[in-house]
């Protein structure tokens, strides 16, 4: 298996580019999986990986219990059970020398 190493490859036809099987091995890259393609012109070059993707829908919230915390919070605010703060204490939260109201 392959762990690092530098191949040649040509472009073909419509640009593409096929990666060395025991490169696409090493990295358990199967067909229609996903990569992620930078190019940094200043160095001349392209960084492939491979892409993470997660479910558009809902993007930013990982399991069943963080998904009841969000609808917890929603039913709190729409209920006025909430309360603002100000940047100030915002600040001191976050930095750590206030311990909260």
């Known amino acids: ?30 067909e229609g999986t996903q990569i992620l393609i930078e190019i940094d012109q200043t160095r001349g070059t392209l960084l492939l990986k491979p892409a993470v993707t997660v479910p558009r829908d809902p993007a930013w919230v990982s399991g069943d219990e963080h998904l009841a915390r969000l609808e917890q919070s929603y039913a709190d605010a729409q209920a006025g059970r909430v309360m603002r703060m100000s940047d100030e204490l915002a600040k001191k939260l976050l930095d750590g020398s206030e311990n909260g109201p």
């Open 1 to 30: 298996m392959v762990t690092n190493g530098v191949r040649v490859v040509a472009v073909g036809r419509e640009g593409r580019v096929t990666l060395p099987a025991e490169m696409r091995e090493a990295l358990d890259l199967g």
